[in-house]
T-cell receptor, first 117, second 110 residues
Framework: GAVVSQHPSRVICKSGTSVKIECRSL??????MFWYRQFPKQSLMLMAT?????????EQGVEKDKFLINHASLTLSTLTVTSAHPEDSSFYIC?????????????FGEGSWLTVV | DAKTTQPPSMDCAEGRAANLPCNHS???????VYWYRQIHSQGPQYIIH???NNETNEMASLIITEDRKSSTLILPHATLRDTAVYYC???????????FGTGTQLKVEL
Protein backbone atom coordinates (compact mmCIF):
# COMPACT_ATOMS: atom_id res chain seq x y z
CA GLY A 1 0.00 0.00 0.00
CA ALA A 2 0.85 3.65 0.00
CA VAL A 3 3.70 4.76 2.21
CA VAL A 4 4.26 7.95 4.10
CA SER A 5 7.69 8.48 5.55
CA GLN A 6 8.82 10.86 8.28
CA HIS A 7 12.29 12.01 9.13
CA PRO A 8 13.83 12.10 11.64
CA SER A 9 12.19 9.41 13.72
CA ARG A 10 13.79 10.80 16.86
CA VAL A 11 15.39 14.15 17.55
CA ILE A 12 16.76 15.84 20.62
CA CYS A 13 17.29 19.58 20.53
CA LYS A 14 18.25 22.29 22.93
CA SER A 15 15.71 24.71 24.27
CA GLY A 16 15.45 27.78 22.08
CA THR A 17 16.53 26.11 18.87
CA SER A 18 14.38 25.13 15.92
CA VAL A 19 13.85 21.67 14.51
CA LYS A 20 12.41 20.54 11.19
CA ILE A 21 10.45 17.35 10.58
CA GLU A 22 9.88 16.11 7.05
CA CYS A 23 6.91 14.15 5.78
CA ARG A 24 7.06 12.49 2.38
CA SER A 25 4.54 10.51 0.41
CA LEU A 26 6.66 7.89 -1.32
CA UNK A 27 4.42 6.43 -4.00
CA UNK A 28 1.56 8.86 -4.47
CA UNK A 29 0.95 12.55 -4.79
CA UNK A 30 -0.61 14.11 -1.75
CA UNK A 31 -2.45 17.37 -2.26
CA UNK A 32 -3.29 17.44 1.43
CA MET A 33 -1.22 16.47 4.42
CA PHE A 34 -2.16 16.62 8.08
CA TRP A 35 0.03 17.18 11.12
CA TYR A 36 -0.77 15.77 14.54
CA ARG A 37 0.86 15.72 17.92
CA GLN A 38 0.33 13.12 20.58
CA PHE A 39 1.19 13.20 24.26
CA PRO A 40 1.67 9.97 26.22
CA LYS A 41 -1.50 7.97 26.75
CA GLN A 42 -3.56 10.47 24.80
CA SER A 43 -5.14 10.40 21.39
CA LEU A 44 -3.82 12.21 18.35
CA MET A 45 -4.56 15.90 18.22
CA LEU A 46 -4.84 17.55 14.82
CA MET A 47 -2.55 20.57 14.59
CA ALA A 48 -2.96 21.73 11.02
CA THR A 49 -3.98 20.82 7.52
CA UNK A 50 -1.40 21.44 4.86
CA UNK A 51 -2.41 21.98 1.24
CA UNK A 52 0.18 21.97 -1.52
CA UNK A 53 0.99 25.44 -2.71
CA UNK A 54 -1.10 27.28 -0.16
CA UNK A 55 -0.96 28.29 3.48
CA UNK A 56 -1.70 25.70 6.12
CA UNK A 57 -4.92 25.82 8.10
CA UNK A 58 -4.24 25.62 11.81
CA GLU A 59 -6.52 24.24 14.47
CA GLN A 60 -7.69 26.49 17.25
CA GLY A 61 -5.04 26.95 19.90
CA VAL A 62 -2.12 25.97 17.67
CA GLU A 63 0.37 28.80 17.17
CA LYS A 64 1.11 29.18 13.47
CA ASP A 65 4.27 31.19 14.12
CA LYS A 66 5.64 28.48 16.35
CA PHE A 67 4.73 25.51 14.20
CA LEU A 68 5.67 26.48 10.67
CA ILE A 69 4.28 24.22 7.98
CA ASN A 70 5.46 24.23 4.40
CA HIS A 71 3.94 22.06 1.67
CA ALA A 72 6.02 23.02 -1.33
CA SER A 73 5.48 19.92 -3.44
CA LEU A 74 2.97 17.13 -3.86
CA THR A 75 5.21 14.71 -2.01
CA LEU A 76 6.76 16.77 0.76
CA SER A 77 5.49 18.73 3.75
CA THR A 78 7.65 20.02 6.57
CA LEU A 79 6.87 21.02 10.13
CA THR A 80 9.33 23.35 11.83
CA VAL A 81 9.06 23.80 15.57
CA THR A 82 10.60 27.20 16.20
CA SER A 83 12.21 28.26 19.46
CA ALA A 84 11.41 24.88 20.94
CA HIS A 85 10.82 24.50 24.66
CA PRO A 86 10.53 21.40 26.83
CA GLU A 87 6.73 21.56 26.70
CA ASP A 88 6.98 21.03 22.92
CA SER A 89 8.40 17.58 23.54
CA SER A 90 5.93 15.21 21.97
CA PHE A 91 5.27 12.63 19.28
CA TYR A 92 4.58 14.37 15.97
CA ILE A 93 2.80 12.46 13.23
CA CYS A 94 1.99 13.40 9.66
CA UNK A 95 -0.52 11.90 7.29
CA UNK A 96 -1.31 12.29 3.63
CA UNK A 97 -4.44 11.84 1.60
CA UNK A 98 -4.09 9.73 -1.50
CA UNK A 99 -6.68 11.47 -3.68
CA UNK A 100 -9.06 14.39 -3.82
CA UNK A 101 -12.54 12.95 -3.88
CA UNK A 102 -14.53 11.27 -1.13
CA UNK A 103 -13.63 7.84 0.16
CA UNK A 104 -9.89 8.23 -0.19
CA UNK A 105 -7.49 6.62 2.23
CA UNK A 106 -5.28 8.67 4.50
CA UNK A 107 -1.95 7.10 5.33
CA PHE A 108 0.20 7.99 8.31
CA GLY A 109 3.91 8.31 8.79
CA GLU A 110 5.86 6.47 11.44
CA GLY A 111 5.95 9.52 13.69
CA SER A 112 8.77 11.66 15.03
CA TRP A 113 9.72 11.85 18.68
CA LEU A 114 10.87 15.32 19.67
CA THR A 115 12.64 15.84 22.97
CA VAL A 116 13.59 19.37 23.94
CA VAL A 117 16.20 19.62 26.67
CA ASP B 1 -17.21 15.14 11.33
CA ALA B 2 -19.64 12.87 13.13
CA LYS B 3 -18.55 11.69 16.55
CA THR B 4 -18.03 8.06 17.35
CA THR B 5 -18.38 6.05 20.53
CA GLN B 6 -16.16 3.09 21.26
CA PRO B 7 -15.59 1.01 24.40
CA PRO B 8 -12.35 2.09 26.06
CA SER B 9 -10.92 -1.41 26.26
CA MET B 10 -11.48 -5.00 25.20
CA ASP B 11 -9.70 -8.30 25.72
CA CYS B 12 -9.47 -11.15 23.27
CA ALA B 13 -7.88 -14.60 23.39
CA GLU B 14 -5.26 -15.30 20.76
CA GLY B 15 -6.69 -17.17 17.80
CA ARG B 16 -10.23 -16.00 18.46
CA ALA B 17 -12.10 -13.37 16.53
CA ALA B 18 -11.94 -9.84 17.91
CA ASN B 19 -15.12 -7.85 17.32
CA LEU B 20 -14.72 -4.15 17.95
CA PRO B 21 -17.93 -2.10 17.99
CA CYS B 22 -18.40 1.54 17.08
CA ASN B 23 -21.45 3.76 17.28
CA HIS B 24 -21.81 6.69 14.90
CA SER B 25 -25.47 7.64 15.09
CA UNK B 26 -25.00 11.10 13.55
CA UNK B 27 -23.08 9.97 10.48
CA UNK B 28 -23.83 11.93 7.32
CA UNK B 29 -24.68 10.40 3.98
CA UNK B 30 -21.28 11.13 2.43
CA UNK B 31 -19.20 10.05 5.42
CA UNK B 32 -17.31 6.81 5.37
CA VAL B 33 -16.41 4.65 8.35
CA TYR B 34 -12.64 4.35 8.68
CA TRP B 35 -10.67 2.14 11.03
CA TYR B 36 -7.08 2.69 12.05
CA ARG B 37 -4.95 1.14 14.74
CA GLN B 38 -1.97 2.43 16.62
CA ILE B 39 0.60 0.19 18.15
CA HIS B 40 2.57 1.81 20.92
CA SER B 41 4.97 4.52 19.77
CA GLN B 42 4.10 4.14 16.08
CA GLY B 43 2.02 6.09 13.63
CA PRO B 44 -1.56 4.91 13.01
CA GLN B 45 -1.97 2.07 10.54
CA TYR B 46 -4.84 2.07 8.08
CA ILE B 47 -7.03 -1.02 8.36
CA ILE B 48 -10.17 -0.62 6.29
CA HIS B 49 -12.96 1.75 5.36
CA UNK B 50 -16.46 1.52 3.92
CA UNK B 51 -19.53 3.58 3.07
CA UNK B 52 -22.48 1.25 3.48
CA ASN B 53 -21.54 -2.16 2.17
CA ASN B 54 -19.57 -4.63 4.23
CA GLU B 55 -15.90 -4.69 3.34
CA THR B 56 -13.15 -7.26 3.73
CA ASN B 57 -9.44 -7.15 3.12
CA GLU B 58 -6.41 -9.11 4.21
CA MET B 59 -6.43 -7.50 7.63
CA ALA B 60 -10.05 -7.36 8.70
CA SER B 61 -13.73 -7.22 7.90
CA LEU B 62 -15.97 -4.22 8.38
CA ILE B 63 -19.66 -4.75 9.03
CA ILE B 64 -21.85 -1.66 8.75
CA THR B 65 -25.48 -1.78 9.87
CA GLU B 66 -28.15 -0.99 7.33
CA ASP B 67 -28.99 2.34 8.98
CA ARG B 68 -25.23 3.09 9.12
CA LYS B 69 -25.46 4.15 12.74
CA SER B 70 -23.01 1.56 13.95
CA SER B 71 -20.31 -0.75 12.68
CA THR B 72 -18.08 -3.60 13.81
CA LEU B 73 -14.49 -4.27 12.92
CA ILE B 74 -13.67 -7.97 12.92
CA LEU B 75 -10.17 -9.37 13.22
CA PRO B 76 -10.89 -13.02 12.36
CA HIS B 77 -7.95 -14.64 14.15
CA ALA B 78 -6.39 -12.23 16.61
CA THR B 79 -2.71 -12.54 17.42
CA LEU B 80 -0.59 -10.93 20.09
CA ARG B 81 0.64 -8.46 17.48
CA ASP B 82 -2.90 -7.14 17.10
CA THR B 83 -2.69 -5.59 20.56
CA ALA B 84 -3.17 -1.89 19.85
CA VAL B 85 -5.53 1.05 20.16
CA TYR B 86 -8.20 0.84 17.47
CA TYR B 87 -9.81 4.03 16.22
CA CYS B 88 -13.15 4.21 14.46
CA UNK B 89 -13.55 7.47 12.57
CA UNK B 90 -16.28 8.79 10.32
CA UNK B 91 -14.95 11.00 7.63
CA UNK B 92 -15.70 11.91 4.04
CA UNK B 93 -12.17 11.06 2.92
CA UNK B 94 -12.28 14.18 0.83
CA UNK B 95 -11.70 17.79 1.72
CA UNK B 96 -12.39 17.76 5.41
CA UNK B 97 -10.10 16.83 8.26
CA UNK B 98 -9.65 13.54 10.03
CA UNK B 99 -9.93 13.77 13.80
CA PHE B 100 -9.39 11.04 16.35
CA GLY B 101 -11.43 10.04 19.37
CA THR B 102 -10.09 7.98 22.23
CA GLY B 103 -10.38 4.58 20.56
CA THR B 104 -10.51 1.06 22.00
CA GLN B 105 -7.47 -0.53 23.59
CA LEU B 106 -7.53 -4.12 22.41
CA LYS B 107 -5.42 -6.54 24.39
CA VAL B 108 -4.86 -9.95 22.88
CA GLU B 109 -3.78 -12.55 25.40
CA LEU B 110 -2.62 -16.12 25.31
Amino acid sequence: GAVVSQHPSRVICKSGTSVKIECRSLDFQATTMFWYRQFPKQSLMLMATSNEGSKATYEQGVEKDKFLINHASLTLSTLTVTSAHPEDSSFYICSARSGQGDGNTIYFGEGSWLTVV
Amino acid sequence: DAKTTQPPSMDCAEGRAANLPCNHSTISGNEYVYWYRQIHSQGPQYIIHGLKNNETNEMASLIITEDRKSSTLILPHATLRDTAVYYCIVFTGGGNKLTFGTGTQLKVEL
